[in-house]
């Protein structure tokens, strides 16, 4: 097993869903630890194939419930059969209610509320962004001594986990040493309740007087977490069009009154529900890059807002494991 999997100490376990959890604190932590320049990251793990080509980084939603993901992208692999080339990885953002809640060491990072989903800045031990957090982890797997075989890297996330991968697929630094080494990086984006978009239009009329945030970072490019600091707008523009991105939309994701969908102003602006917001936010790239974009939309016939059922699906299938 490579050396850095070593510190990573890790048993099977379900974590709650409920709301319960999303108030209270998680049910149950992550167990593994990865050491990371600002603190110990907790993780869930998937078991190392000893030929490691492909690592699936699956971010879970508001609930945290990393484990939850990391099954579900164990059973993806399963079913694509790529279980002897793919390690899964599932980072938990563990936040101060959590901390509360468990006993967990100083040495481990955890945000206030939901910051971390937008870049925040870590409460303790140090001050590090959350995509900062993932700039590492995806850093580390690109060390040819430690993952020599390593091909591609895949960022996933469903719901509020795909709204955390579409930001930082947005504002995530670029890493070199990872082209000089040949390592590809797709993020895949499921059903997320909204978007940041890159100027101020929106598909939707709406009162701009009511709702002033509506290009409020992030939602919009206004007011940026500090890891963006001395990007233009112009630049994560250019750098973003160009990143390699599937939106993977539930054809059945249609439900305006969902209880876990942005109800906000700023998301109504998107559209009334995931799918639709989805379709108009693809056409607004398209229109930004009418030369072509290097970016697809997959949609998935029959299913809902399920990430299970998109990731399993023939279409997530393809968006995962090109």
Request: net charge neutral; with cysteine.
């Amino acid at each position: 097993m490579k050396k850095w999997l070593l510190v990573l100490l890790f048993t099977c376990a379900n974590l709650c869903t409920n709301t319960w959890a999303a108030e209270h604190g998680v049910k149950e932590l992550s167990p593994g630890r990865l050491l990371l320049k600002s603190g110990e990251m907790a993780v869930g793990l998937g078991p190392a194939p000893a030929k490691i080509e492909r690592v699936l980084i699956i971010v879970h939603g508001r609930l945290r419930n990393a484990q939850t993901y990391l099954q579900s992208g164990e059973h993806a692999v399963e079913l694509a059969g790529q279980n002897a080339t793919t390690l899964v990885i599932a980072p938990q953002f563990l936040n101060e209610t959590d901390v509360a809640l468990h006993p967990v060491a100083d040495t481990v990072l955890r945000w206030q509320g939901n910051e971390w989903m937008a870049g925040g800045e870590s409460t303790a031990p140090f001050r590090l962004s959350s995509y900062e957090a993932l700039d590492e982890i995806i850093a580390r797997l690109g060390n040819r001594q430690q993952f020599p075989d390593v091909k591609q890297i895949v960022v996933a996330g469903h719901s509020g986990g795909a709204q955390v991968v579409q930001r930082y697929a947005l504002l995530g630094h670029d890493q070199p040493a990872l082209e000089a080494a040949g390592v590809r990086v797709r993020y895949v984006i499921a059903n997320p309740s909204s978007y940041a978009y890159l100027d101020e239009r929106r598909p939707v009329a709406f009162n701009h007087a009511g709702c002033p945030g509506f290009n409020r970072w992030k939602y919009g490019l206004t007011d940026l977490p500090a890891y963006a600091e001395g990007q233009t707008a112009a630049q994560l523009q250019e750098k973003y069009l160009k990143r390699d991105t599937v939106y993977l939309l539930g054809q059945q994701d249609i439900d305006p009154n969902h209880p876990a969908l942005d109800k906000s102003c700023e998301a109504k602006a998107q559209g009334p529900y995931r799918l639709a917001r989805g379709r108009f936010y693809f056409n607004y790239l398209k229109r930004l890059k009418p030369q072509g974009l290097h970016q697809q939309l997959i949609e998935v016939p029959g299913v809902g807002h399920d990430g299970d059922g998109m990731f399993t699906s023939p279409e997530g299938q393809k968006a995962l494991f090109p």
